[in-house]
């Protein structure tokens, strides 16, 4: 058949029949057109094909057809095809009302009507008039067909089962396709995950005729798009050797071969790579001196090992994935799926999101930058047990996206790196070394503790954190912007921005420190007032004494401790403030001169 005569406006012409062809002369042209122009690869040829056959198999429809209607309605019927040929299925509504309003007994134009409306996405105003169709005393199987497809769109599953199974019996009793009407069923039942059911219908209609072959072929497609979905390896290859058996002579393998290389490329471009892998193995098979068919096979399997670099390299290096070339149109989701791949291939499903929090410098907290990616925003990140915000002992990384502040989310959780394992064994070799010593370490009574005058050193403890300016109100400055390029400067001074940061944690640390100091001198102030104000005049009773000049002992130690522990903080974030502007001002100039 050549183009011209499926784009043809008489039926006849375009079934390539005479207008005298009985109706197994109609079935069997139908039948080989399909063939030539399968509804997955031609929909628009194969919706001219039925819309002619329809219109042909049934002996009133064809009669109607036959009968010659006025001039004006053979006109507004061209139109009506030629609009519905170019997908102007507004247009051709419009004039298919016409036509019914000049000649309401041609019950094909209404079939029309309602077949573009459905085309339309408008199934409530399609389906009246298949049910105005079906009053008639022998309606034609694609009626009830036509009225399954707008039940199942407005969701009445039920009916929608029926008209198809309707349709099925009424076209095995006049010997007419049932193709089609098994399809549909299953299709029916794969919407609503019903895939047993989906398979049953199968199986029935391969044996429908009495004998398995090729002309079973759509079935066993539609059987294996059920397995896929199903995600069942073993009924996939059990159907794939199925289909390699019917497909016998040259042009029937070609033509199941171009099936399950189409099959296999949307399955890539899904993400099934393992079943793709294996439906293009067995179209590879019937196909052998394809070599884009061994392409297609072997990216699809790259991809199911999580070989991705692999998988990129055979984009660069094999033409089928180039312009023009066959499997052109995989290129895109391929490299989409390497990049998923790299970034993701070995993230794992979060079973709760893992707490933050820190109490005076111990706790967790997240460190760390590896691995962005730019299109997700996201990173891994290092989740630590820290103390006083040092990161001691990394627990766990995952890929997060940082919101600002300490606000994250968390996208799944990832392995190790190798500096990760480095500093865990590390962590833990110095912990075990500290248990081991503490274990072998000979204890003390501690008698000397408080030994020394009962004098109260609070006068000293005066000057509070915040007279200093520093503690508990610290900001650090922001670094100018980083330096663009890749020479030893930048490596430089990338070098000297983490000498300033762990400046920065080396300063929180020692704030942390000073709140911890100040909490403890305050509680231990209380409990000396308490006893200096419960005593008799001015003399503590001698029993009370040795535990009141041990607290005043450790309250002086712990203001000492309070005094160095400021002077330590003054002097570093003087150093960090010199350390930084002196960063600044050198990535100012690095940042003039490139």
Known sequence: MSPTTIHADDLYERLGIERDASRDQVRAAYRALLRVYPPERAPEEFKRIREAYETLNDPASRAEYDRAPSAAVQRLLRMASAAMDAQGYPEAEQHLRQVLAE?????YARNWLGLCLLYQQKPEQALPLFEQLLQRDEP?????????????????????????????????????????YYVALADLYVEHKNFDAAEQVLEKAIRHDGQVDFEDLQYFTKLLEVQLLRNDAARVNAVLYRIKVVARDEQQRDYTSWKLASLAAELVAAGAFTLAAAVGRAG??????????????????????????????????????????????????????CSDLRVFGGMKPLGGVPPLFTLNGFGTM????????????????????????????PLACYR????????????????????????????LSVLFIFCLTVALTPATDGSSYGSGTGTYAGSDYG???????????????????????????????????????GMEWQIQR?????????????ELAGQISTMESGASGSTIPQGEYTRYRRLVDHHNGLVDDYNDNRAELQRRTTEYSGALAALNARIDRYNATH
């Open 463 to 501: 000057a509070t954190p915040t007279d200093t300016g520093f503690a508990n109100t610290f900001v650090a400055p922001t670094p100018s912007a980083a330096p663009v390029g890749g020479d030893g400067q930048r490596v430089s001074i990338e070098g000297e921005r983490l000498r300033v940061k």
């Open 103 to 107: 000649d309401s007994t041609l019950d």
């Open 284 to 337: 590879s098979e019937l196909k052998p001196t394809d070599s884009d068919f061994r392409s297609l096979v072997q990216v699809a399997s790259l991809l199911s090992q999580k070989q991705h670099e692999e998988a990129q390299q055979m984009l660069r290096t094999h033409p089928c994935f180039w312009g023009e070339g066959r499997l052109a149109g995989l290129n895109q989701a391929i490299r989409k799926h």
């Open 510 to 522: 020692l704030e942390s420190r000073q709140d911890s100091l100040v909490r403890a001198i305050d």
């Open 366 to 393: 997240l460190y760390g930058e590896r691995d962005p990616d730019g299109e997700t925003r996201s990173h891994v990140a290092t989740l630590y047990f820290v103390g006083l915000f040092i990161p001691l002992i």
């Open 400 to 427: 997060v996206i940082h919101d600002g502040g300490r606000s994250w989310r968390f996208l799944g959780k990832v392995p190790f790196s190798r500096g990760n394992k480095i500093h865990l064994a590390c962590s």
């Open 140 to 180: 034609a199987p694609a009626w009830f067909a036509n009225a399954g497809h707008a039940c199942a769109r407005l969701r009445r599953f039920a009916d929608a089962e029926s008209m198809f199974r309707r349709a099925i019996v009424a076209a095995d009793a006049g010997g007419e396709d049932v193709t089609g």
